[in-house]
């Protein structure tokens, strides 16, 4: 877990390197930008800092939290609505907004014609992200069960379903090495209830999770921070802390789920808090030198947020809807099954509707 933490810590690192790297370089400014005075602007952006980091922290936290609150508890009905909600956020964020936005850096007249303008190198870029994360998922899988189950085939459990009788909606858990069985709750279970197996993929999931939502919150907030016009400020600020919440209950959800330690938990909450106030303190302070309409900036921005893209809409799609959605949870629950499509539906046209003005 330590190793996770300081890989996410790295690649924040290597962010706010690179986009030191691009101060003065060249020179292709947007004519129509705004200025707006800058003391007004920053007590805009201080005021951010403050809002976002409270938005990040209370959506993280609520999950937490869940121990002692029942309609919080992450196995609940109420909760699952919510996540629901929180992963359709998650999504439409991929698709709506970091994908234009990377498209657009990468089709930037002021990049050269060869090769920028000749292959589709937001798409490729996507994919990586989506295909990385797909490997990081599968190999992050196969470490912790070998850590756990000593990769021997005949000691990982065996899941099949109950559908009838007293044991409706539970599990049984079958291991080689005794020969014997034990009933487990279902996906419906608390989170102490929950099976080593799902632990695993939690754990895989909140990490992965967690690395995307980063790449992307450092490069918005560090874009927020240099800019001077409050017609940019003010719609981002709203949407900012719009989905940093819910993608912080989504985060928090899974972080409760995988049962990590609670020092691996405040460090993952935390760490997500602190990404997006940090990106906006950073672009705060090179502001004066920054230029994020130079080709190295466009660049570089560009090609992170088509990878931050392609890891959201992985992890929304396969881990976060796909895993719940076809759970027997919600199979065997109509009311919850057309209420989660609907919260899912809600989830990515709100966030899609305030593609708007941010």
Same mark, same amino acid.
């Given at each position: 877990?330590?190793?996770?933490?300081?890989?996410?810590?790295?690649?924040?690192?290597?962010?706010?390197?690179?986009?030191?790297?691009?101060?003065?370089?060249?020179?292709?400014?947007?004519?129509?930008?705004?200025?707006? $005075?800058?003391?007004?602007?920053?007590? *805009?952006?201080?005021?951010?800092?403050?809002?976002?980091?409270?938005?990040?922290?209370?959506?993280?936290?609520?999950?937490?939290?869940?121990?002692?609150?029942?309609?919080?508890?992450?196995?609940?009905?109420?909760?699952?609505?919510?996540?629901?909600?929180?992963? /359709?956020?998650?999504?439409?964020?991929?698709?709506?907004?970091?994908?234009?936005?990377? *498209?657009?850096?990468?089709?930037?007249?002021?990049?050269?014609?060869?090769?920028?303008?000749?292959?589709?190198?937001?798409?490729?870029?996507?994919?990586?992200?989506?295909?990385?994360?797909?490997?990081?998922?599968?190999?992050?899988?196969?470490?912790?069960?070998?850590?756990?189950? /000593?990769?021997?085939?005949?000691?990982?459990?065996?899941?099949?379903?109950?559908?009838?009788? $007293?044991?409706?909606?539970?599990?049984?858990?079958?291991?080689?090495?005794?020969?014997?069985?034990?009933?487990?709750?279902?996906?419906?279970?608390?989170?102490?209830?929950?099976?080593?197996?799902?632990?695993?993929? *939690?754990?895989?999931?909140?990490?992965?999770?967690?690395?995307?939502?980063?790449?992307?919150?450092? #490069?918005?907030?560090?874009?927020?921070?240099?800019?001077?016009?409050?017609?940019?400020?003010?719609?981002?600020?709203?949407?900012?802390?719009?989905?940093?919440?819910?993608?912080?209950?989504?985060?928090? /959800?899974?972080?409760?789920?995988?049962?990590?330690?609670?020092?691996?938990?405040?460090?993952?909450?935390?760490?997500?808090?602190?990404?997006?106030?940090?990106? #906006?303190?950073?672009?705060?302070?090179?502001?004066?030198?920054?230029?994020?309409?130079?080709?190295?900036?466009? #660049?570089?921005?560009?090609?992170?947020?088509?990878?931050?893209?392609? #890891?959201?809409? *992985?992890?929304?799609?396969?881990?976060?809807?796909?895993? $719940?959605?076809?759970?027997?949870?919600?199979?065997?629950?109509?009311?919850?099954?057309?209420?989660?499509?609907?919260?899912?539906?809600?989830?990515?046209?709100?966030?899609?509707?305030?593609?708007?003005?941010?």
């Amino acid at each position: 877990m330590a190793q996770v933490l300081n890989y996410l810590i790295l690649i924040t690192l290597v962010l706010l390197l690179s986009s030191s790297l691009v101060v003065g370089d060249c020179n292709c400014d947007h004519e129509n930008s705004t200025h707006d $005075d800058t003391k007004l602007t920053l007590k *805009y952006k201080l005021g951010a800092i403050a809002a976002i980091l409270a938005a990040s922290a209370l959506g993280v936290s609520l999950p937490l939290a869940g121990k002692n609150f029942p309609a919080l508890n992450p196995n609940s009905n109420l909760f699952f609505l919510v996540k629901t909600f929180a992963a /359709g956020v998650i999504l439409s964020t991929g698709f709506i907004h970091i994908l234009p936005d990377a *498209y657009e850096d990468l089709t930037n007249p002021c990049l050269d014609e060869n090769p920028w303008g000749k292959f589709p190198f937001m798409g490729l870029f996507a994919m990586v992200g989506a295909l990385g994360s797909l490997m990081i998922d599968s190999f992050a899988t196969g470490y912790y069960r070998r850590v756990h189950f /000593g990769g021997k085939k005949d000691t990982l459990p065996m899941i099949d379903e109950e559908m009838s009788g $007293d044991h409706t909606g539970h599990i049984h858990l079958h291991t080689h090495a005794t020969h014997g069985h034990a009933h487990g709750p279902g996906p419906g279970a608390t989170p102490e209830g929950l099976n080593e197996l799902d632990r695993i993929r *939690y754990k895989v999931t909140s990490q992965v999770l967690e690395m995307g939502i980063v790449v992307h919150s450092v #490069i918005i907030g560090i874009s927020m921070g240099t800019s001077q016009s409050l017609d940019t400020i003010k719609p981002l600020m709203a949407a900012l802390c719009f989905h940093q919440f819910f993608e912080g209950v989504g985060l928090g /959800g899974c972080i409760v789920q995988a049962a990590f330690k609670s020092s691996s938990t405040l460090c993952m909450s935390v760490f997500f808090s602190l990404t997006t106030p940090v990106g #906006i303190a950073v672009g705060i302070g090179i502001n004066s030198i920054y230029n994020d309409s130079s080709p190295t900036a466009l #660049i570089v921005q560009g090609l992170l947020n088509s990878v931050a893209a392609g #890891i959201l809409i *992985y992890m929304a799609l396969v881990d976060l809807l796909a895993q $719940d959605f076809m759970s027997p949870k919600v199979q065997n629950n109509t009311k919850l099954f057309f209420g989660a499509n609907l919260t899912l539906l809600l989830g990515a046209g709100f966030m899609a509707i305030l593609a708007i003005w941010a």
